[in-house]
């Protein structure tokens, strides 16, 4: 049986999870575009070590961590959060403002437990980061993954980074949460949970899409 999750003109809570080490400048671009979403029902979470003041952070609610792991700092943000879904994103990435609009959308199916997007280079990073995103984004680079770089086709998939990862709150705790004694690699423990335990589906939708800053080549 289908059961809807969204009810008629009712958006569900999306409590939108932002590990850092520092409220930089990237963290602060984030906030801006989390804030100009096409989206109304859903609260920001930024976790730096320090609680810095920055000016940029407008309607976000700031949690000083200290000196943990980006997974534990997930794992706090989770606890604080009152979202029906968690949206996880990286402090140097920012969201396109249909980002969860298309991803709920997805979630009125009740058996994905996962969704997530394309991670694209923004076109204003520079020359040397633009090679880096294209690096990623071919086969030589990205290899079958290339789709998590720039927009593909709609699909199941049974892996997906926290870069761009939303999860139902209730499929997050069922399947464990994060297995902090890991970095990299958390992510990747927690969709095998979500597919091979709970048997729940991650789709990838190439319209939940963020912007992700590279790393010069």
Same mark, same amino acid.
């Given at each position: 049986?289908?059961?809807?999750?969204?009810?008629?003109?009712?958006?569900?809570?999306?409590?939108?999870?932002?590990?850092?080490?520092?409220?930089?400048?990237?963290?602060?671009?984030?906030?801006?575009?989390?804030?100009?979403?096409?989206?109304?029902?859903?609260? /920001?979470?930024?976790?730096? @070590?320090?609680?810095?003041? &920055?000016? *940029?952070?407008?309607?976000?609610?700031?949690?000083?961590?200290? #000196?943990?792991?980006?997974?534990?700092?997930?794992?706090?943000?989770?606890?604080?959060?009152?979202?029906?879904? /968690?949206?996880?994103?990286? @402090?140097?990435?920012?969201? &396109?403002? *249909?980002?969860?609009?298309?991803?709920?959308?997805?979630?009125? #199916?009740?058996?994905?437990?996962?969704?997530?997007?394309?991670?694209?280079?923004?076109?204003?990073?520079?020359?040397?980061l633009q090679a880096s995103g294209a690096v990623y984004q071919s086969v030589m680079g990205g290899g079958p993954y290339s789709y998590r770089y720039q927009p593909g086709e709609r699909r199941n998939v049974d892996d997906y980074p926290t870069c761009n990862l939303l999860v139902r709150k209730r499929t997050f705790v069922d399947a464990g949460g994060f297995d902090t004694d890991y970095w990299p690699g958390e992510d990747t423990i927690l969709c095998r949970a979500i597919t091979m335990t709970l048997k729940e589906s991650i789709i990838y939708e190439p319209k939940t899409l963020v912007y992700h800053h590279r790393r010069n080549v």
């Open positions: 049986v289908r059961v809807l999750f969204m009810a008629k003109n009712k958006q569900p809570r999306v409590s939108i999870i932002i590990p850092c080490k520092k409220i930089g400048e990237y963290a602060e671009e984030c906030v801006r575009h989390c804030n100009r979403l096409d989206y109304d029902n859903y609260e /920001i979470i930024v976790l730096p @070590d320090e609680n810095t003041e &920055a000016t *940029e952070l407008n309607n976000a609610i700031i949690i000083e961590t200290g #000196d943990l792991r980006p997974a534990q700092k997930r794992e706090l943000g989770v606890k604080h959060s009152t979202g029906e879904i /968690i949206a996880f994103i990286d @402090d140097d990435a920012y969201p &396109a403002p *249909e980002w969860l609009t298309s991803a709920v959308a997805i979630f009125e #199916d009740d058996r994905v437990g996962a969704v997530g997007g394309p991670a694209v280079t923004p076109n204003s990073d520079s020359l040397l």
